[in-house]
């Protein structure tokens, strides 16, 4: 079992930068995926970047590619999501997760089995 708790959400205006972060309660071990999702009002859940604890492959999804940026500390089990140039667009309930025993550095390919509790972000025009 894992406990995640995310900080660093807020409200900010468009063109802005915030950066999430997430720390695990325990070590992280190799073949873990961890990442970044997102639910907007009334829309469905979207992986918004992933990485991969053995090697830091990563991967974005297409409407934040260029813009963010997913990273690991693997000695404070903890990883963050840099997010620039925010549009209102980006505006939901930001969520990190993992997902251990990723045989392989797809992470797109897996559904995550530990959740933190959510942080909001908040874009402004």
């Known amino acids: 079992q894992v406990e995640l708790t995310e900080s660093g959400g807020g409200s900010v205006e468009t063109g802005g930068s915030l950066r999430l972060r997430c720390d695990a309660s325990?070590?992280?071990?190799?073949?873990?995926?961890v990442g970044w999702y997102r639910r907007a009002p009334g829309k469905g859940r979207e992986r918004v970047a992933t990485?991969?604890?053995?090697?830091?492959?990563?991967d974005y999804a297409d409407s934040v590619k260029g813009r963010f940026i997913i990273s690991r500390d693997s000695v404070r089990n903890t990883w963050y999501l840099q997010m620039n140039n925010l549009k209102p667009e980006d505006t939901a309930m930001y969520y990190c997760a993992a997902t251990t025993f990723a045989s392989e550095p797809r992470c797109d390919r897996y559904q995550p089995n530990f959740w933190g509790q959510g942080t909001q972000v908040t874009v402004s025009e």
């Open positions: 990485i991969y604890w053995t090697d830091g492959s990563t």
């Open positions: 325990r070590l992280i071990y190799t073949r873990t995926c």
